[in-house]
């Protein structure tokens, strides 16, 4: 499976960026996608994940409100819509899947990131 994630930039406190992951591969069998954020000299956080089937999400406390995942199947595409942002949502986002399930643990296939940059 290839992840190839996009959409990042610059913003502005209070904008908005939406992020998509078009996968592509071997992609039966899929059974979760995800989004992972990791600052500069922070660990790894799980920001949000969603089942293909649409049936299951995941958000994280600290972007609840203002992020929504989704995903097309048809297009084997996920998207991060990111609304209100914030400095501290300032990071290197990577998507990622899972054949297993939609926790954090479970995620297989990475992307290569895409750098978010919220300025105050």
């Known amino acids: 499976v290839q992840l190839q994630a996009s959409g990042g930039g610059l913003v502005q406190a209070g904008g908005s960026l939406r992020l998509s992951c078009a996968a592509s591969g071997r992609t039966s069998g899929t059974y979760a996608m995800g989004w992972f954020r990791q600052a500069s000299g922070k660990e790894r956080e799980f920001v949000a994940g969603i089942t293909l089937s649409g049936g299951s999400t995941y958000v994280a406390d600290s972007v609840k409100g203002r992020f929504t995942i989704s995903r097309d199947n048809a297009k084997n595409t996920g998207y991060l819509q990111m609304n209100s942002l914030k400095p501290e949502d300032t990071g290197v986002y990577y998507c990622?899947?899972?054949?297993?399930?939609?926790?954090?643990?479970?995620?297989?296939?990475w992307g290569q990131g895409t750098q978010v940059t919220v300025s105050s």
């Open positions: 990622a899947t899972s054949r297993k399930g939609l926790w954090a643990p479970d995620y297989e296939y």
